[in-house]
């Protein structure tokens, strides 16, 4: 199928991008009250083969995209030049 902008896919998160949420959750939990100027990403923990919804945002040709990953949280992810599949990192 070939990506339009706009469209909703299922995004399966691959190792690397279940750590970089993470990491961004745990920083934010780790950081003083007092700091201002964080943006307070918050949520359940992501785990590498976890299935979200994802609006793609761009398209390169083929099935290349890049998506705003909802996740069970306060944010979303930005996965990048991601192509369809059914292996972790790719959407579907």
Known sequence: MLPTIGRIVHY????QDAEAINRRREDFAEAPA???GFVGHVGNPASTG???PAMVVNTFGGTAA???VFLDGNDTY???SRVEGA???TWA
């Open 66 to 68: 890049n998506l705003q």
């Open 12 to 15: 399966t998160l691959s190792e």
């Open 50 to 52: 976890d299935i979200y």
């Open 87 to 89: 292996d972790q990192g």
């Open 78 to 80: 930005w996965a990048t």
């Open 34 to 36: 007092t700091n201002t």
